[in-house]
């Protein structure tokens, strides 16, 4: 089992930068693990914004942030990133990470078993 626990959002203008960050912890180690970055906004159901491959070999970025965001992990350090530029008012929403032992990677939610409390990126216009 693996435990998640996000870092680095907060209140940014249009046009800025935040880099999010995906720390893990517990006895299995990381690098067994698809992880990913979901979003989700008020009012509306949680999608896929970046995930990644087990080794970090493979990456996938959703439409919407493609060229803006990126997505990396460090699995000696236990950790996941999301770095996002060019940051837009509709970026605005809680972001959660989420981890799967069972798959080398996956774009769909329902696939991750292990998720983080979340944490609020909110951008101004």
């Known amino acids: 089992q693996v435990q998640l626990v996000e870092s680095g959002g907060g209140l940014v203008q249009a046009g800025g930068s935040l880099r999010l960050s995906c720390a893990t912890s517990?006895?299995?180690?990381?690098?067994?693990?698809?992880m990913g970055w979901f979003r989700q906004a008020p009012g509306k159901e949680r999608r896929v914004v970046a995930v990644?491959?087990?080794?970090?070999?493979?990456?996938y970025s959703a439409d919407s942030v493609k060229g803006r965001f990126t997505i990396s992990r460090d699995n000696a350090k236990n950790t996941m990133y999301l770095q996002m530029n060019s940051l837009k008012p509709e970026d605005t929403a809680v972001y959660y990470c989420?981890?799967?032992?069972?798959?080398?990677?996956?774009?769909?939610?329902?696939?991750?078993?292990?998720w983080g409390q979340g944490t609020q990126v909110t951008v101004s216009s």
């Open positions: 990644i491959s087990r080794s970090g070999g493979s990456t």
């Open positions: 517990g006895r299995t180690f990381v690098g067994s693990y698809a």
């Open positions: 989420a981890a799967d032992d069972r798959r080398t990677w996956a774009t769909d939610s329902g696939e991750y078993a292990y």
